[in-house]
């Protein structure tokens, strides 16, 4: 089976690089299934997980990401994130807490900009407690 090359990082490390058989991420308007071999595309992602298929392991592999970028090429995936977070070093609690700061910021309405920005804290927040959840089902 042919494999792609994958690389997740973000601004404070690399998170993963190695040959997965496939990897499936959150797109702006859905899950994206890339294949050895996919269609060049640039996409920007949404907050959630990301899972690889990595060649010779039963287990996939489990990043969360805050948002980011994506650009596949036909051998390599390349995923730009702002943030992510190995599955193992995910933390429920934490995640909830940012959940209700954002929530208790969006409830202020300070300004648009603290709006906004709060907005983009909670989907983050929610998007990693979703991730925690589907893990733990698994």
Known sequence: MSSIHVDVVSAEASIF????????????VGE?????????????????????????????????VAGGILEVQPRRVTVLADTAIRAHDLDEAKAEEAKRAAEEALASNASAIDYAKAQAELAAAIAQIAAIRKLRGK
């Not at 690089?17 to 702006?28: K, R, S, T």
């Not at 640039?42 to 298929?53: F, Q, S």
Request: glycine content about 12%; overall charge negative; proline content about 9%.
């Open 17 to 28: 690089e190695g040959e997965a058989e496939f990897v499936v991420l959150p797109g702006e």
């Open 32 to 64: 994206l299934g890339i294949f050895p071999q996919h269609t060049p595309l640039i996409t920007r992602i949404k907050p959630g997980a990301v899972r690889i298929k990595v060649v010779g392991q039963a287990e996939e592999e489990f990043v969360f």
